[in-house]
Each structure stands twice: as C-alpha cells, then as structure tokens.
C-alpha cells in the first residue's frame, strides 16, 4: 500500500460548509437531553472505579450486553474472549455504520484523588498490579453505550443497520495471547453479521481543550511494531578482549549504526518514521566480557512501504554489524499495529457533520501521532473516521495536564456529551444520505 501525505492530505480550510442532512430531512444534529448525559457519566463512573486488563473485561462487556439486550438489539458475546457486538436494525433499508469503543484498562496505580477512583488490582505477567482506566477507555465505553440508547429510541430515522462494536484489548493482549480489532477480524465479525460501509471511532485525551476535535484524513497514527535483538559472542575476562568475541561492543554499534536506517535510509519526505531501543541487557559483572546481550525496541511509521523497507533494512543492519565484530544478531520482529488510516472521501463527506456538532471554532486540523490504535485493524477492512476529542477542562493547559496513560490523568466528563453526539450523528448523517 503506497501513501501520500500530500495527495491525502485534507485542510479545513478548503473543505466548503454546507449543512448535512440528518435524519427525517433536518438539518440541525440530534442532541442529547440531560437525562441520558447523566446516565453516560454514571457508566462512566461505574467502569472507571471497575476497571479490566485486556481480555478479562468480562464485567465490563457483561454491564455492555445488558445494556443492548435491554434496547431490543441483537447481542453477540464472546467475540475475541471478551468483545461485544450489538446490531440496530433501522426502520428502512440503508447502509451499514459501524461504531466502536474499546474496553481495556492499564496496569497502572490511580493517584486521581477521585471519589470513584480505582482500588482494583489483578495479575499482569504474573505479578498483581493495580489497575486504572488511564487512557479513557471507560469514557468511550460509555459514550458508546449513550449513543445505542439514543439510536435504539430513534430507530425510525435510521435507514440500514448500526454496528455497535465493544472491543476488548486495545492496549495489546497479554502474553502468549490474542486480542483485540485483530482477532475480531481473524475470527470474521464482518462476515458473520455485518460489513459495514463505513466505521468511525474516537479517542478522548488531554491534547486539546473539552469539545475540541482534532482530525486528519489519510495517515493520522503511526504503526507500531516491536523488535528483539540478541547478539551473542564468546565470553571471556575483561582484562583479555581478545580471548574471546565482545557482543556488548557489537550490540553498542547496532544500537549506533541503526540510527542511519531512518535519517539515510528512508524516504523522509513520504513520510516520517521512529527507530528507538528502550532495552539494552547484558553482562552480570564488571570485568566478566559476557556471551550474550539483548536488545529490544520500537519502529513506528506511517507508510507501510516504509514498514516493510525498515524490516529489511533494520535485519540486514543488526546481522552485518555483528558479524563484523566476529558476533552473530539473531533478529525477531514482532509486528503489532498498523498504520491508522481516515479514508479520505470518508473524511470529506463527514466534516460537514463534525462541524455542525462541535462548532466551526471547536473543529481543528490534527497533526500526525506517533503513537498506535488498533482501531487501524478495521480501517483497513472498511472505509473508517478516527478522531481525537479534548477533555482537558478550560482553566487547565493542555500542555501540562496529564496526559494518557499518566496516573493523574483525569478527562472532563463533559466531553462525553460531545463525545456520544459525534456518535449519533455521524451515524444519521450517514444513513440519512
């Protein structure tokens, strides 16, 4: 797949403004009364102080199918272990929405101060940790679960079908195991109820103010993949190198010399891409040369030709460096996110939308993030819009505020609202047309 940013690039400005039609004809977006925002944050509140590790979400979507049982929709459980899926089933005959909302919680210790906080622990890697909902996955549970309310009470004014998708293990499934938009595609949830026409999803954080909406057609998130490095030599003592072969000097020039892959090897001006180590292990004494030093590490890039060129380049680098310190590289790459992809025609015909939501003033071009989503597994099956909405609260710099995955972090409920309407009405609007 090869991508342009330039060609798929679309600016704000130059989108033109005109009003959508949402359902029944109307040109004004469906709004939420005070009641169902109320039950959102009460969701959200119960999710946040319940919180789940991926793929163990089994109160979470167990609290999801009651609820959509409970609105007359078709319910599917047990999908990639834990993954709910509900089907609405419109008045008239129309297209297929598919909207999506992950569940996972994060081993992380909460130091909100909340009167919700979480106090749970649970096992991760084989040690009980604490856990907390730091990357606002509890919030677009439950803006999710307002949006099937509204849409289940509004069934009349959709034309086709809607998709509601609670996906389990967002942040990677636990070792040894399979999770998440991946394993939900491999085991076919397209094929066996629905191919939805388009899918749209939503990230809350605190890179913008409450209500701000940060988007970006084509490429908006970096893909993510995971690499391992073991360099091994010959042990001898430190005081006579040459009796043997020295991988840590070996694993210190693939570390150096890798650097070259993205600033000499890569196209740069099709698009930008990261090659870091966060492990170096080797060596249990000071004057022992040891046998053997691990390495392990990220790439993240937002072009799969490139991808694919740092792989290559990335293995041929790490294995002719160390043979010519005498050592040998053994090289694993574990391929993890891809590339999250905003379908451009998607994008263009859904920012009248977004706009008429959010307000012209709320509605901002984002730029591109490194960081990864697997909802980028779906929107490569189907035509998708992944958005990025503000909880920061006004008063606070985004700036300083903490961000996700932070302990601290702590989004402003009152982007929910914002949050569910999107929801709503991307899927009107849709219909509608």
């Given at each position: 797949m090869?991508l342009?940013l330039l060609a798929?690039?679309l600016?704000a400005?130059?989108?033109?403004?005109?009003?959508p039609?949402?359902?029944?004809?109307?040109?004004?977006?469906?709004r939420?009364?005070t009641?169902?925002e109320?039950?959102?944050?009460e969701?959200?509140?119960d999710?946040?102080?319940h919180?789940e590790?991926?793929?163990?979400e089994?109160?979470t979507a167990?609290?999801?199918?009651e609820?959509?049982?409970a609105?007359g929709?078709e319910?599917h459980?047990g999908?990639a272990?834990?993954?709910?899926v509900?089907?609405l089933r419109?008045a008239?005959?129309g297209?297929t929405?598919a909207l999506?909302a992950?569940?996972?919680?994060l081993p992380?210790?909460?130091q909100?101060g909340?009167?919700?906080a979480s106090?749970v622990?649970?096992?991760?890697?084989g040690?009980e940790v604490?856990?907390?909902h730091?990357?606002?996955h509890?919030?677009?549970?439950?803006?999710?679960?307002?949006?099937?309310e509204y849409l289940?009470?509004?069934?009349?004014?959709?034309?086709?079908?809607?998709?509601f998708?609670f996906?389990?293990a967002e942040e990677?499934?636990p070792?040894?195991?399979?999770?998440?938009?991946q394993l939900?595609i491999?085991?076919?949830?397209?094929?066996?109820?629905e191919?939805?026409d388009?899918?749209f999803?939503?990230?809350v954080g605190?890179?913008?103010?409450?209500g701000?909406?940060g988007?970006?057609?084509g490429p908006i998130m970096a893909?993510?993949d995971?690499?391992n490095v073991?360099v091994r030599?010959?042990?001898t003592?430190?005081s006579?190198?040459?009796?043997?072969?020295?991988?840590?000097?070996?694993?210190?020039a693939?570390?150096?010399?890798?650097?070259?892959?993205v600033?000499?090897k890569?196209?740069?001006?099709k698009?930008?891409?990261?090659?870091?180590?966060?492990?170096i292990?080797?060596g249990?004494?000071?004057?022992?040369?040891?046998?053997e030093?691990?390495?392990?590490g990220?790439?993240?890039n937002?072009d799969?030709?490139t991808r694919a060129?740092?792989f290559?380049k990335f293995?041929?680098v790490a294995?002719?460096?160390?043979?010519a310190?005498?050592?040998?590289?053994?090289?694993?790459?574990?391929e993890g996110?891809?590339v999250?992809?905003?379908s451009?025609?998607?994008?263009?015909?859904m920012?009248p939308t977004?706009?008429a939501v959010v307000g012209?003033a709320y509605?901002?071009?984002?730029?591109?993030?490194?960081?990864?989503?697997?909802?980028s597994?779906f929107?490569?099956?189907?035509p998708g819009?992944?958005?990025f909405?503000?909880?920061?609260p006004?008063?606070?710099?985004?700036?300083?505020?903490?961000?996700n995955?932070?302990?601290?972090f702590n989004?402003?409920e009152a982007?929910?609202?914002?949050g569910?309407?999107l929801?709503?009405n991307?899927t009107l609007?849709f219909?509608a047309?």
């Amino acid at each position: 797949m090869k991508l342009s940013l330039l060609a798929l690039s679309l600016c704000a400005a130059s989108a033109a403004f005109t009003l959508p039609t949402f359902a029944a004809g109307s040109t004004e977006p469906a709004r939420i009364d005070t009641n169902l925002e109320q039950r959102v944050i009460e969701w959200r509140r119960d999710i946040h102080q319940h919180p789940e590790l991926s793929n163990r979400e089994f109160r979470t979507a167990a609290l999801v199918a009651e609820h959509l049982e409970a609105l007359g929709m078709e319910v599917h459980t047990g999908i990639a272990h834990t993954g709910v899926v509900g089907i609405l089933r419109g008045a008239k005959p129309g297209p297929t929405v598919a909207l999506r909302a992950d569940m996972d919680a994060l081993p992380v210790r909460e130091q909100t101060g909340l009167p919700f906080a979480s106090t749970v622990t649970a096992e991760f890697n084989g040690a009980e940790v604490p856990v907390m909902h730091a990357c606002g996955h509890d919030m677009h549970v439950a803006m999710l679960m307002g949006a099937a309310e509204y849409l289940a009470q509004n069934r009349d004014d959709i034309s086709g079908s809607v998709m509601f998708i609670f996906q389990p293990a967002e942040e990677g499934a636990p070792a040894g195991e399979e999770g998440g938009a991946q394993l939900m595609i491999k085991e076919g949830i397209f094929e066996r109820f629905e191919r939805p026409d388009a899918i749209f999803g939503i990230h809350v954080g605190s890179m913008s103010h409450t209500g701000h909406v940060g988007y970006r057609s084509g490429p908006i998130m970096a893909s993510s993949d995971r690499f391992n490095v073991r360099v091994r030599g010959e042990q001898t003592h430190g005081s006579r190198p040459w009796g043997g072969v020295d991988p840590i000097v070996a694993a210190a020039a693939i570390v150096t010399n890798s650097q070259s892959i993205v600033s000499r090897k890569l196209d740069l001006t099709k698009a930008p891409a990261v090659l870091s180590f966060g492990v170096i292990q080797g060596g249990v004494r000071n004057n022992i040369i040891p046998d053997e030093v691990y390495l392990e590490g990220t790439m993240r890039n937002f072009d799969m030709d490139t991808r694919a060129q740092m792989f290559e380049k990335f293995t041929r680098v790490a294995e002719s460096t160390a043979a010519a310190h005498g050592a040998t590289a053994e090289v694993v790459i574990n391929e993890g996110y891809r590339v999250t992809i905003n379908s451009p025609d998607l994008m263009e015909r859904m920012l009248p939308t977004t706009r008429a939501v959010v307000g012209d003033a709320y509605l901002t071009e984002a730029s591109l993030g490194t960081a990864s989503e697997d909802f980028s597994f779906f929107a490569l099956e189907v035509p998708g819009k992944y958005v990025f909405l503000g909880a920061t609260p006004y008063g606070q710099d985004p700036a300083t505020a903490p961000g996700n995955h932070s302990p601290f972090f702590n989004p402003d409920e009152a982007a929910m609202k914002v949050g569910t309407e999107l929801f709503i009405n991307w899927t009107l609007n849709f219909s509608a047309e």
